[in-house]
Nanobody
Framework: QVQLTESGGGLVQAGGSLTLSCDVS????????MAWYRQAPGSEREFVAS??????YYRDSVRGRFIISKDRAKNTISLQMNRLKPEDSAVYYC???????????????WGRGTQVTVSS
């Protein structure tokens, strides 16, 4: 049984930083493509970043500010978010496995999400 558990969300001022974590069970972050998605109120869920062994992929609006990483020993993935903007406010979800790094479709497994709110 796959279980994805996000943590690390919160309230931060614009320009600040947060790091999200996802505890993964039932999948291997070493073998599977994992991703972060987000959903703001009234908006569709959107891709944020994905990671596989040795490569990462980001949506344009976060490239250069966010860093996705994984810890093989802990079987976790993380999302370090820097220079946050109010438009980054959303519920952030851990997701996987994706078919590949650039897949336009998410994987079938979702966490419950963690709220990120960026104040202006």
């Amino acid at each position: 049984q796959v279980q994805l558990t996000e943590s690390g969300g919160g309230l931060v001022q614009a320009g600040g930083s947060l790091t999200l974590s996802c505890d993964v069970s039932g999948l291997s972050v070493s073998d599977d493509v994992m991703a972060w998605y987000r959903q703001a109120p009234g908006s569709e869920r959107e891709f944020v970043a994905s990671i596989t062994w040795g490569a990462q992929y980001y949506r344009d609006s976060v490239r250069g500010r966010f860093i996705i990483s994984k810890d093989r020993a802990k079987n976790t993935i993380s999302l370090q978010m820097n220079r946050l903007k109010p438009e980054d406010s959303a519920v952030y979800y851990c997701n996987g496995p994706l078919e590949d790094l650039w897949s336009s479709s998410p994987g079938i497994n979702w966490g419950r999400g963690t709220q990120v709110t960026v104040s202006s």
